[in-house]
């Protein structure tokens, strides 16, 4: 059963000025050394790093709270060894919310084009709750 949804959008050029005014102090609050490792691995960083940044976004709002509550970090996006694609890894206090949500599955959308990345979250919960 679908307990929350969320989107978030994020524009390309505010995460590359955010970068070049805080510097990798600003990547570390917000994302997780693989999360950084990948995206820097990418020829358009700033896009996979923005479509994370709106993914993390996107699924605080799924779950109900905003992000002084539950730190960004806490939010992980990986990728499917097989598939590549985008999941959700929960750590610390998002992982103790979404259990006291009883939910167990976090599905996560990911696009970006030149100037705009987007993600889109749906959790589910147990059904019977």
Same mark, same amino acid.
């Given at each position: 059963?679908?307990? #929350?949804?969320?989107?978030?959008?994020?524009?390309?050029?505010?995460? *590359?000025?955010?970068?070049?005014? =805080? #510097?990798?102090? =600003?990547?570390?609050?917000?994302?997780?050394?693989?999360? /950084?490792?990948?995206?820097?691995?990418? *020829?358009? !960083?700033? %896009?996979?790093?923005?479509?994370?940044?709106? $993914?993390? %976004?996107?699924?605080?709002?799924?779950?109900?709270?905003?992000?002084?509550? /539950? @730190?960004?970090? &806490? /939010?992980?996006?990986?990728?499917? @060894? =097989? +598939? #590549?694609? @985008? %999941? /959700?890894?929960?750590?610390?206090?998002?992982?103790?919310?979404?259990? !006291?949500?009883?939910? &167990?599955?976090?599905?996560? !959308?990911?696009? &970006?084009?030149? &100037?705009? $990345?987007?993600?889109?979250?749906?959790?589910?919960?147990? +059904?019977?709750?």
């Amino acid at each position: 059963m679908v307990c #929350g949804i969320g989107v978030d959008v994020v524009e390309i050029l505010r995460m *590359k000025k955010s970068s070049l005014r =805080f #510097g990798r102090r =600003f990547f570390e609050r917000v994302f997780t050394d693989r999360e /950084i490792k990948y995206c820097q691995s990418k *020829k358009r !960083s700033y %896009e996979h790093l923005s479509a994370r940044f709106a $993914a993390k %976004e996107a699924v605080l709002k799924s779950l109900g709270v905003g992000w002084p509550i /539950i @730190p960004l970090k &806490h /939010i992980e996006v990986v990728n499917d @060894p =097989f +598939t #590549g694609a @985008p %999941e /959700i890894q929960l750590h610390g206090k998002a992982k103790y919310l979404a259990a !006291s949500l009883q939910a &167990h599955t976090i599905h996560i !959308s990911l696009s &970006h084009s030149e &100037h705009f $990345a987007t993600a889109f979250a749906v959790v589910e919960r147990k +059904t019977g709750y």
